[in-house]
């Protein structure tokens, strides 16, 4: 997290969205105002948003966005896909052998695009 991008979605940027507008944040929690965020969701100035990330977390049951019918909030599970699962699993194995001065079974080789092969 930057300083520069601490609070950069507040008050200004909610205040220049229509009423049916949803927002996201899969980034890092600080990115928004969270303060601002609920105010404008208590108000319905817009319509709803959605977090996988907080600005403290773990975020407790008692957070104040999670009093609210629209917001809904995920506990930081967005990258705990099956694929990703799979290819963290494969990292772990790879750091222990390398650990142990064996070669890895899934060296990153190459890259296509902008995507690392794995």
């Known amino acids: 997290m930057l300083p520069e ?3 950069l979605v507040g008050e200004r940027a909610f205040g220049l969205l229509k009423p049916t507008a949803y927002v ?3 980034a890092r929690g600080p990115v928004w105002d969270e ?3 609920y105010r ?7 319509a709803g948003a959605g977090s996988d990330v907080f600005e403290v977390e773990p975020a407790t049951k008692d957070h104040p966005l999670f009093q609210l019918e629209n917001f809904i909030g995920t506990p930081h599970m967005a990258a705990h896909t099956d694929e990703a ?3 963290m699993s494969r990292v772990a194995v790879d750091i222990l ?6 070669e890895p ?6 890259v296509v695009g902008e995507k690392w092969l794995i």
Request: glycine share 6%; aromatic share 0%.
């Open 5 to 7: 991008t601490k609070g």
């Open 24 to 26: 996201i944040n899969l």
């Open 35 to 37: 303060k601002a965020l």
């Open 40 to 46: 404008v969701l208590k108000e319905r100035m817009i």
């Open 85 to 87: 699962l799979r290819r």
């Open 97 to 102: 052998r390398v650990l142990e001065g064996k």
């Open 105 to 110: 079974v899934h060296p990153v080789n190459r």
